[in-house]
């Protein structure tokens, strides 16, 4: 069984800046992609930033604002949010795409969910 435990988020006021990280834990052969979502409320689930094939992803939204790290040998991956806004006031998701070993195929793994809410 893989874990996904994110820390970090809170209330922040507009312009301010967040950090998230997020751990994963188990047994795990290797990770593909691992990244962030968010689901704000009323909305879906979105994507907010991923490490897909080795080359980071962001939403629109979120460039230039938002940078995506990953440490490959700890199995982490990190979500450094600058110049927030109150748009961004969602609950933030860690994802990861594991395989736990040779034989099975690869699965998405989700945290808990982190509150983030920007202020205005």
């Known amino acids: 069984q893989v874990q996904l435990l994110e820390s970090g988020g809170g209330l922040v006021q507009a312009g301010g800046s967040l950090s998230l990280s997020c751990a994963a834990s188990?047994?795990?052969?290797?990770?593909?992609?691992m990244g962030w979502y968010r689901r704000a409320p009323g909305k879906q689930r979105e994507l907010v930033a991923a490490?897909?094939?080795?080359?980071?992803k962001y939403a629109d939204s979120v460039k230039g604002r938002f940078t995506i790290s990953r440490d490959n040998a700890k199995n982490t991956v990190s979500l450094q949010m600058t110049s927030l806004e109150p748009e961004d006031t969602a609950v933030y998701y860690c994802?990861?795409?594991?395989?736990?070993?040779?034989?099975?195929?690869?699965?998405?793994?989700w945290g808990q969910g982190t509150q983030v809410t920007v202020s205005s």
């Open positions: 994802n990861a795409r594991v395989r736990t070993d040779r034989w099975s195929t690869e699965y998405d793994c």
């Open positions: 490490i897909i094939r080795g080359g980071p």
């Open positions: 188990g047994t795990i052969l290797s990770i593909n992609d």
